[in-house]
């Protein structure tokens, strides 16, 4: 099993350019979530979906997008990138509601 | 909304001494996690504490949730250079989401 994996690892981007990172997961797990994190703010939730075809708004969620529409598979997008959403980007799924989360590899964005 | 405060931010130690990192929420939780991350890489799940008062031990780590289930401890006996990481404490207290604290970054001199 891959696990969590992510794509892609690294991107520099333009202020106003638009990019998707993808999250897959081979584990069915119901639950997955996006996380940005930055130095000293620990990890900040983004979107989170509680199943295919659902998705709903964490603590950040404004100038991000996201959909899920297969199960293994969580998209987040950026519209038009901020050079405040310079960040590395976490994707986590878990099985159950509370259970343990499982993190991807991590993106590492920077917009310019 | 929920906050979780941990300290310290950061604390340096040498081989062999001990350490422990605090975490306070604002809310009861319904369970708290902690995770581990080492340097460049991602966090990784380390135990989940669900029950008042709960006490677990892995190896040189003990992990505690506070009576009134707002609180918890993490500490490592005798520490070795492979602690060296940010340790981050995570809580329920809604539906689905984890609240994270803003982590202890420990570095361990030999």
């Known amino acids: 099993n891959a696990g969590v994996t992510q794509t892609p690892k690294f991107r520099v981007l333009k202020t106003g350019q638009s990019m998707t990172l993808l999250c897959a997961q081979d584990?069915?797990?119901?639950?997955m979530y996006w996380y940005r994190q930055d130095p000293g703010m620990g990890l900040r939730l983004i979107h989170y979906s509680v199943g295919e075809g659902t998705t709903a708004k964490g603590e950040v969620p404004d100038g991000y997008n996201v959909s899920r529409l297969k199960k293994q598979n969580f998209l987040l997008g950026l519209e038009s990138a901020a050079p405040s959403q310079t960040s590395v980007y976490f994707c986590?799924?878990?099985?159950?509601?509370?259970?343990?989360?499982?993190f991807g590899p991590g993106t590492r964005l920077t917009v310019t | 909304g929920q906050q979780v405060m941990q300290i310290p931010q950061y604390q340096h130690v040498q081989e062999g001494e001990d350490f422990t990192t605090y975490c306070n929420s604002s809310?009861?939780?319904?369970?708290i996690q902690w995770y581990k991350q080492r340097p460049g890489g991602h966090p990784v799940f380390l135990i989940q504490?669900?029950?008042?008062?709960e006490v677990k031990k892995q190896k040189r780590l003990t992990f505690q949730f506070g009576e009134a289930k707002k609180n918890s401890s993490l500490h490592i006996t005798a520490t070795q250079t492979t602690d060296v990481g940010t340790y981050f404490c995570a809580g329920y207290s809604g539906y689905s989401t984890l609240t994270f604290g803003k982590g202890t970054m420990l570095l361990v001199s030999p």
């Open positions: 986590a799924s878990t099985q159950r509601n509370r259970g343990e989360q499982y």
């Open positions: 584990m069915n797990h119901e639950y």
């Open positions: 809310t009861t939780l319904s369970n």
């Open positions: 504490l669900v029950k008042s008062g």
